[in-house]
C-alpha cells in the first residue's frame, strides 16, 4: 500500500462557544506521519463521532481521563485501522484491521501495545466502535440485571443507550424504559424493543419541564424503577432517583445535557433526596473508565453473537469522507442522528 505524501486530519479551529459547530473544526493536510522505531504505521478505516469530544474541547473538568484539546490540536478516539507497516515481532502485518485511539485522521502511526485486534465473533469492523460496552459492564458488573427489573435508560437514543436497552432485555430486564429528546426517535426506540419512551423535548426547556419529565415516567413506571442508566443528568436523573425502589441501583455513564447543552458545563450538579435515597438503600454508582478494557473484551465476542442470532440491532449511520466529519459532529450535537455516528474512509 502506497502512503501519499501529505494526509488529512481534524484539529480544533477554535475553542466553541457552547455546543461544538462544524467551524470549530478544520480539515487541515499535513505530511504523512512516520513511524519511529518500533511504531506501527495505520491508515484509518472507521472513526468513532462522540459526545464526550464535547468535553474535551470546552473547559475540561478536573479529572477528565483524557487530556483536553487545545486549539491547533488533531482531535483523537476510536477508530478502526488498517495495519501499513509493522515492526518485525509486533506480530500485525500489513492489511489486519486493529482498534485503536487515534480517529479523526486518515493515517496514525502508534505503539503495539496500544492496538487491540478485532474479535473473530464479530464480524462487521466497524461494529467493534459501538459504545455498548459501558451499558453490558454496568448490566452484568457494576449493577447486575435481575430477572423482572424495571430498567430506565436515559438519552436512550445514542450510541450508548440504542445498545444499553437491547442488552438489558436481553439479559432479563421485565420492563424497559426510556428517555429521548424526540418524538421521531420514541418511535424507533419502541421498535428496538423499548416498552415505553419518554420524550424531553429541549425546545420545553422552562418551567414544568421537569415536573412534565417526572410525570412521564410516574406514569410509564408507577411502581418506580430497579435500575437506572444515566447518560444525561440534570432533570432527567434527579426524577430517576427520585422513582428509585427500595434497593435500586444507578449508574451515572454520561452527563449529555451538560455535554451537549447551550452552556458549555460539562458537570451540572444534581439535586438529590438524601434521606429516601438512604431509607431505600440506593445503590449509586459512578461508571468512569475502570474496568472498561474488561467489559470491552468481554462485550464484543458476545455483542457478535447476539448480531448474528438476530437478537441485537446496532443502530448507526455511517458518514463517508473525512471532510464531512465536523459536520456529523456538530449535527450529533443537535441530536439529528439515531445510535452510534462513524465516520468511514475509503479503502484504497
Ligand atoms: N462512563 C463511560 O465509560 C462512558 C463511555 C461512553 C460514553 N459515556 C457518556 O455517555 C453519554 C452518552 O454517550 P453516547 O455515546 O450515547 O452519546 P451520543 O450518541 O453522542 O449522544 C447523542 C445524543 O444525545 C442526545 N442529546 C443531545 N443534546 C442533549 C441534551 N442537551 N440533553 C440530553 N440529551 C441530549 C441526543 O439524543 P435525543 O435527541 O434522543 O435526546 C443525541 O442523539 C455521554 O455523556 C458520554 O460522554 C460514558
Known amino acids: 500500500m502506497s502512503v501519499p505524501e501529505t494526509v488529512r486530519e481534524i484539529r480544533l479551529a477554535r475553542r466553541p462557544q457552547g455546543r461544538p459547530v462544524a467551524a470549530d473544526l478544520a480539515v487541515v493536510e499535513t505530511p504523512a506521519p512516520k513511524p519511529a522505531a518500533g511504531q506501527v504505521l495505520l491508515r484509518n478505516r472507521w472513526f468513532l463521532l462522540f459526545a464526550g469530544l464535547a468535553t474535551l474541547l470546552g473547559e475540561t473538568p478536573p479529572g477528565t481521563p483524557f487530556p483536553p484539546i487545545e486549539p491547533g490540536d488533531t482531535l483523537f478516539g476510536p477508530a478502526v485501522g488498517e495495519v501499513v507497516d509493522a515492526p518485525a515481532g509486533s506480530g500485525l502485518r500489513p492489511g489486519d484491521l486493529v482498534v485503536h485511539f487515534r480517529g479523526w485522521r486518515e493515517y496514525a502511526v502508534a505503539d503495539p501495545a496500544e492496538l487491540t485486534p478485532?474479535?473473530?465473533?464479530?464480524?462487521?469492523?466497524?461494529?467493534?466502535?459501538?459504545?455498548?460496552?459501558?451499558?453490558?459492564g454496568v448490566l452484568t458488573r457494576i449493577a447486575?440485571?435481575?430477572?423482572?427489573?424495571?430498567?430506565?435508560?436515559t438519552g436512550a437514543a445514542g450510541g450508548v443507550g440504542t445498545l444499553a436497552g437491547q442488552t438489558a432485555r436481553l439479559l432479563g430486564a421485565g420492563t424497559v424504559i426510556g428517555t429521548t429528546g424526540s418524538p421521531a426517535k420514541a418511535e424507533r426506540l419502541r421498535e428496538l424493543g423499548y416498552d415505553a419512551v419518554l420524550v424531553d423535548e429541549r425546545t420545553g426547556d422552562?418551567?414544568?419541564r421537569a415536573e412534565r419529565f417526572a410525570r412521564q415516567l410516574a406514569e410509564a413506571a408507577p411502581d418506580g424503577i430497579d435500575l437506572l442508566i444515566d447518560n444525561v443528568g440534570g432533570h432527567q436523573a434527579e426524577a430517576a432517583l427520585a422513582a428509585a425502589r427500595p434497593g435500586a441501583r444507578a449508574a451515572l455513564v454520561g452527563v449529555l445535557?451538560?455535554?451537549?447543552?447551550?452552556?458549555?458545563?460539562?458537570?451540572?450538579?444534581?439535586?438529590?433526596?438524601?434521606f429516601q435515597l438512604i431509607i431505600k438503600g440506593v445503590r449509586l454508582v459512578?461508571?468512569?473508565?475502570?474496568?472498561?478494557?474488561?467489559?470491552?473484551?468481554?462485550?464484543?465476542?458476545?455483542?457478535?453473537?447476539?448480531?448474528?442470532?438476530?437478537?441485537?440491532?446496532?443502530p448507526h449511520v455511517r458518514v463517508s469522507g473525512l471532510e464531512r466529519a465536523p459536520r456529523a459532529f456538530q449535527e450529533m450535537t443537535e441530536g439529528r442522528h439515531f445510535g452510534?455516528?462513524?465516520v468511514e474512509l475509503p479503502a484504497e
Open 340 to 342: 452510534t455516528v462513524l
Open 286 to 314: 459512578g461508571c468512569g473508565n475502570a474496568g472498561q478494557a474488561e467489559a470491552e473484551a468481554a462485550w464484543r465476542p458476545r455483542f457478535g453473537e447476539w448480531l448474528r442470532e438476530g437478537r441485537i440491532a446496532f
Open 144 to 153: 447486575p440485571v435481575r430477572p423482572g427489573d424495571t430498567v430506565l435508560v
Open 257 to 274: 445535557s451538560g455535554q451537549l447543552g447551550d452552556t458549555p458545563a460539562a458537570h451540572p450538579p444534581l439535586r438529590l433526596d438524601a
Open 206 to 208: 422552562g418551567p414544568g
Open 118 to 136: 478485532l474479535v473473530e465473533e464479530l464480524a462487521d469492523p466497524a461494529a467493534h466502535l459501538a459504545p455498548g460496552s459501558v451499558g453490558y
